[in-house]
Each structure stands twice: as C-alpha cells, then as structure tokens.
C-alpha cells in the first residue's frame, strides 16, 4: 500500500489554540486530527503526522523546515498532503512553506487546500496544488474529502485534468492540449468576436498575466570608479562557438575574455559572430560591436568615464528560450559577476 | 470580385504512364513530372515519393507545402513567383483536394523546416498528416547556403510549385461535378445592400513572415517580399488565389504554407459568416518586423485602414511568436484604440516547463485571444518504419524545434529512429492559419 | 539596451535605453561607419547616464542620435 504523510498545526493537533503558536515541529507515528479522516477517505495508508505552531513556522522558517525535512529523510512516503488551512493566513502560508519544500527536497505530489481569502493561495499556488476550501473547520470534511478524491488520482498514475477540470487553482503552467470537440480556432474565433461585436460575455483563451515587477537598484555612486560588465542575450560567441551555446531555447550561457580588446573583431577574422536563429545575422556578424559595444564602451574607459570594463562579456541566446531557463543563466552569471567586483551591467538584447 | 473554384477530390495518388485524374485517383507520370522539376539546372537531384495517411512514413526536413492548382483561362497561378505578375483571385481555378505537393530535403534542412509523421501520435501534430502528400524530395547546387542554418531553399521550393501546377494541370480539360464547385464573391464595399450593411463590419489582418531584411526568405505578395512592404488592403480571393507564397524563416510550427494561404480557414469562416451575421470588408495585409518603429507604422497604418473602411471588429493573426508578439500586441492595442473590437489569434510559447510568460509583450487591452498551441512543448516519438528525406536533418541542421546534443535529453535523432523534438518543428502545427483543434489549458 | 521596449518593460526592466532595431541593435549597416559609431557612442553614454540617475519606477531614458 502506497504512503501518505499529513502536516497540520498545533491547533488541529489538539495542543492548543495562539497560546501554543510557537509549538516547535514534531513527527508521531500516529494519525492525529485530521489525519484520520484523511486516512479513511485515501487509498494509502497515513503513516505520520507532522505537527508545527504556525508562528513557530512563521518565525523561525529556516529551522522549522530544516527539522521537518530531516524528520521524513529516513521515511519513505508517495504523496504529502498539508491542511486544510481554510481560512488562517499563518496556517495557510505554513501548509505552502513546507509543502513547497517537500516537494523540491523529495519529488513527492504535495496537495493541499485553502479558501481563496487566505494569503498563503497567491503565495503558493504555482509550487504544490491547492484546492479552494471553505472558510473555517465545519468545511473540515468537504475540504479533505476533495484533496484525497484528487490524491487518490494522483496515486493510481492517472491522467490528470487542467486546473480547471480538477478544480485546484491555477498556477500558471499552460500546455497545449487537444479539445475533445476538435473545433478549430477559425471558429472559435468567429465566435468570440461575435459575441464581443454583440457585448456579451467572452472567455479569451489567453488570459493576460499580471506583469512582474523588479525592485529598482539603486544608482552606482561613481562610474569613474565602477566596474561594468557586458552581458547580451543577442548570441555573440568566439566563432567556434566553444561552449555550443543553442541557436534558439538556450540552456547554455558563455563568457569570453575581453581583456585588452578594443572592439571585437567580426566573423571573417575568425573572431566572433551570432548564432542566435531569431534574427538576420548579417549585420552582427560583419561587426558584432553593433550588438556588443565593447568599441564604444572602450572609448569612454579610456576617457576615465568609468572605471573599467570587466574582462568578460557574458552572453547567451534570447529567442525561444524559456522565463525559467533565462532566470537561472542570469543568477549563473550574477554569482560571477558579484565575486569579481562588478559594480553595474549593461545588457543588449537583439 | 468573384472566383470560382473547381474542386476534384483526390482519394489516391499513383504513377503510371500517362497523367490523368479519374473517379478520384490520380495518376501521374513522374518523368514527365520530374522534367518539370528539372527545368531549374539548381535541381541536381530529385524524386517524388507518395506519403498516404495512415502509413508508417515520416518526412523531413520539408520545406513547403502547396496545393496543385490550374487557372484554367490561363493566368498566373503564383504570380511574381514562378508566373508573370497579373491580378489573381477572380476567372476559374481549379484545385485538387485532399492533397499537397511538399518540398523535402533530400539531405539538408534549415531552421524553419518542419517534420510531417503520417501515421501514430505524432500524426496528431500536424495539418498535412491528414492529406495526401506527393513529396518532392530533391538536392540542390546551391553550395552557399549548404552549411547554413537560415536557408532560402529558392530552387526547391520554386521547383514543388512548379510542380503542384503540373499536376493541377492534369484536370485542365475536365468539368467539375455541380457539388465540388464553390463561389467566392463579394460586392465592393460601396455597393452593398442595406441588410449586409446593417450588420457589423469585420476586416481580417494578416501579420505575415517577413523578419529578414536580405530578400529571398520572406513570404511573397505577387512575388514582392514582405521585408520591403506597409499594410494594403486586400481581396481575400487574391489570398486564396495564389497571391501569396510562404517564405523560409520562422520555426515551422508558426509558419503559415503556400497551401494554408490557398486554404485558409479563417477567410473561409468569414464568408460563411457574410450575409449572415457580420459583413466581411476584406482582408488587411500586414507584415512582422525587427524595429519598433516599424512595427509602429504598420499598426498605425492597420488601425487607419480598418477604422477608414468602417470596420467594427477585426480577427488579427501572426505568422510567429517571440519578437512577432510584439507587432501583434502593438497592432491589437492600435485596433481597440480606435474603437474596432479585436480577436486575436496566435501561438503561444510557455517553455517546455509551461511557466514562461506565453507572448513576450502583453497588454490588458489584448484581452480576446484565440490560442492554438504552445510552440516550446517536448513531443517523444518511436521510430518510423520509412523515411521521406533525411532524419539526422531534424538534429543536424539546426531545425528550430531539433538539435544536435542536449546534456540532459541526448540528441533528437536516437539510434533506433526515434525522436525527441519541441513543436516548434512540426510542420506548421500550430495551425495558426484556424485549423487548430489545439488550445492551451493551466495545468 | 533594447529596441523592443515594450518587451523590456514586459519583463521588469527598470532602466531602458532603446537600441535602433533587432538585428543591428547599435549601428545601421546601411549608414556610414562614422555615424554608426556615433550612434554608438551615443546611446552608451545614455546607458552609463542611466546607471548613475536614482529612478522611482521603469524609466526609458531619451537618446538623441
């Protein structure tokens, strides 16, 4: 029989309400709580229940994770469920914080469920799946009762449904799909414009996401004193493109010395070219200053405008490449550019 | 304008002596056939091979897809392209249904060629799989490119649509049968009755491929490349007619072909929808570009014609994704600012992971959107009994969707023919064109 | 440094200087080398400009060439 494992808070657990918020993590062998419901509507046996005091976990975050990943380090477990948190903000974020971890440390379906008020759904819905629940504990059974129906899914390796056929909320994962109607999008189309012509009510397939926000860095105090970098998403590379960075959907990133270069030298000098696929390179490989301004920046090094340029340019491919793989070849080159004494960055992008 | 098409339905294609259609099969005599492919010396090597749904054939790298046409009053069928430049889209053409002539690589694929699976789960990927395709498969002298991975493939592609018009001249001396014919007609905009005018008025526009700014890999408008041109308004029979070519660019599974432009669903939805609950204005050519600027002027022009010819709303199409996004957020927006209410209709591309922000510009304004796919999905297929082309091209040559070696996924072309590849390479499978029976859902 | 900046803006970036296309981001081929670089030139001094101004929000800064 296949394992399951509950996290639930001091309250659930029956140790107490806000006096026993800073209650430290603990793992019993046992069902506690809810953990028998749980067990009697899942097709897997809940062999431990792990309990926390949601201040504790809101407090001491660090810790409590590390103690509670330690705790299932030795026990083997195919799913882990966390909640109900209904509505309680400090619940609900506990149940995300090591729900989210769970899943990164060990690979295992974390499912859990909350009511659409509590903080912890916007905090967490894209890293584990969260059913909304009711608002308080008299919707205990209801809320369980759809988190095991959707784990038990989980557990005999069905196929499962979009977000919406199952009912957890969304979390920003889109993948093609097949409708079973096979309407093509001709009609769809027809469709939707009709009813926007008429005013009525339309769905777009194609809900416009809210736009992140980066914190803006403060200003560099003295740029005859900084350090710049050059960074592209634009595909310069050597010509034999030595860390066989792709075309397009890059995984792969390089840096290249630039140290005592004036300008980079171009493609038929057997020095640098594009192999970025999503634009026309002629342009940047007859002179790649025009995408790398290592030329110009040069110019103003010299005139003591700045400090000085860094000895890489750090570069890689922007056409097809996703949001995730960007990030991470960004924090890549970030951890090299802070331990090298990089004040600021200018970055191109073709 | 009014065109008429003749339409014969093809149920097989065979070779035999003579090139003949009769009760639905249709015969071709390959010399004859392959002496039309050769009239260009580029061609220095070529055959034509039959791919039928349902057998176990993958083809790849192909180049192009066309349906076999014939103008029966004699008059261009590509004009500017393989036929002297003249007006297209009124007379007679007759057209042979249910299949197409594709242009394959006999050895060498670039970065917009695409990947047709006849048979199985990857059948499902695209358009063509349900068609009956006379694949050209042929080599070129044309050493320039050879190594490159943007490719014009000028002489293969010229030569599949001279051949498609071969082929459609089989029919010429033929009648149609009273059902397979249709009509295209609409009445100058001016000139309508009050009933048609009474209901709201529709335009279609089109943001066809046209990034390179060096001629030959755009798509062609009477044989002008794309690069070079601001919106116009159109006939949508000129588009079904012949007047415009697919180029030799974007990742396949966005490419729109010379045959889904002969097709395309969307005109055809329209005119059934004319007369009955929209006025269909026409069609509003545009283009996709590589300066701000320039995507600027185009949207502007856009919105000045639809808004100039009095349309209330608008279907709006790219023939990409990525750097395309933007011309088609900037020209959505330019739409709704002038009060013509828009439906957009796209591809999308989330990553392989689903979590990438699905176009690379949005605004709250695009907020009716038609989705068709999600060009970054991971698609895994078994081996392929027969090969049409040359497999290693998915992972060679730099097809959009293939590549040569991965840390984590290995090559896309295995030992046992297997392949592992992203959507971008299949054969215009996003059916942006509206054939899509795609969507994306969240997961 | 971009020439899409709607898509710079898209994806958070707070200090933007617009390059003059996608293919040639700082100098037109179709230009005398010398006005080319004076492009350049130019618009990598606004960048450098840009690092050194405190902005509350996302900022296009002007170029003049």
Redesign the interface.
Known sequence: MKKAILYINQFFAGIGGEDKADYTPEIRAELVGPAMLLNQLLDAEVTHTIICGDNYMGSNEEEAVKTILGFLADIEFDIFIAGPAFQAGRYGNACGVIGKAVKEKFNVPVVSSMNPENPGVDMFKKDIYIFPGGKSAAKMRTDMKQIAEFANKILRGERLGSASDEGYYVRGIRHMVWREDEQPASERAMAMLLKKLKGEEFVSELPIPKIDRVPVAAPVADLSKATIALVTSGGIVPVDNPDRIQSASATRWGRYNIEGVDKLGNREEGQFKTIHAGYDPAAADTNPNRVVPLDALRAYEKEGRIGKIHEYFYTTVGTGTTEAEAARMGKEMVEYLHNEGVDAVILTST | MRLEMGNFPVKDVIFGDKSVYQDGILTINKEEALAVVREDEHITDADIVIARPGEKKRIVPVKEAIEPRYKVDGGSNFPGVIDKVERVGEGLTYALKGCSVLAVGKHWGSFGDGLIDMSGEGANYSYFSKLINICLVADTDEEFERYEQQKKNRAIRWAAHRLAVYIGSIVRDLTPEQENQEVFELEPITRRSKAVNDLPSVVYVMQAQSQMEEIGYNDLVYGWDMNKFVPTFMHPNEILDGALISGSFMPCSSKWSTYDFQNAPMIRKLYQEHGKSINFLGVIMSNLNVQLEQKKRSAIFVAQMAKSLGADGAILTEEGYGNPDADFIECFVALEDVGVKTVGLTNECTGRDGQSQPLVTLDEKANAIVSTGNVSELIKLPPMETVIGELQALARDGLSGGWADDEKLGPSVKEDGSIILENNSMFCGDQIIGWSPKMMKEF | ???????????????MV??????????D?STPEKE??KL??H???V??TA???????QTVFEVRI
């Open positions: 440094m971009a020439n899409l900046i709607p898509v710079a803006k898209t994806v958070g970036a707070n200090r617009p390059t003059i296309s996608i293919p040639y981001p700082l100098g081929p080319q670089w350049r030139y618009r990598v001094g960048a450098l690092l050194e101004t405190p902005i509350e929000e």
